[in-house]
Nanobody, 115 residues
Framework: VQLQASGGGLVQTGGSLRLSCAAT????????MGWYRQGSGNQRELVAV???????EYADSVKGRFSIVRDGAKNTVYLQMNNLKPVDSAVYYC??????????WGQGTLVTVSS
C-alpha cells in the first residue's frame, strides 16, 4: 500500500492550497485518513483527520481555515487550506489507518507560506 501526496508549494500569506493524497495497492478502505505536518524543529502534529463515517477532527490552529474531505471509493483525501499563514509552513504528511490497525504514511509535501 502506498500513499501519494501532492499539491504543496509556495504561497503568500492569505493564499490557498489544496493537498491531495491517493492510496494505491490497497484492497480495503481506510478507517481514517488525515494530514499531519512537521515544521522545522518541531514534532509532527495532527492537522486534520476524517473517519470513514465522515466525522472530522481539526487542530485548533486550523479550524475555520482548513477543510478535509474524502473520496472513500477512491481512498483519496484532500485538504483545502485557505487563509494560509507563515506558521502553516511545514512538510505535510498524508496518513491512513487500516482496519487492521496498520499505519500508512505518504512521502510528504512541502508547504511554504511567505510573509
Amino acid at each position: 500500500v502506498q500513499l501519494q501526496a501532492s499539491g504543496g508549494g509556495l504561497v503568500q500569506t492569505g493564499g490557498s492550497l489544496r493537498l491531495s493524497c491517493a492510496a494505491t495497492g490497497s484492497s480495503f478502505s481506510f478507517d481514517s485518513m488525515g494530514w499531519y505536518r512537521q515544521g522545522s524543529g518541531n514534532q509532527r502534529e495532527l492537522v486534520a483527520v476524517i473517519a470513514k463515517s465522515g466525522t472530522t477532527e481539526y487542530a485548533d490552529s486550523v479550524k475555520g481555515r482548513f477543510s478535509i474531505v474524502r473520496d472513500g471509493a477512491k481512498n483519496t483525501v484532500y485538504l483545502q487550506m485557505n487563509n494560509l499563514k507563515p506558521v502553516d509552513s511545514a512538510v505535510y504528511y498524508c496518513n491512513g489507518k487500516s482496519p487492521f490497525r496498520a499505519n500508512y504514511w505518504g512521502q510528504g509535501t512541502l508547504v511554504t507560506v511567505s510573509s
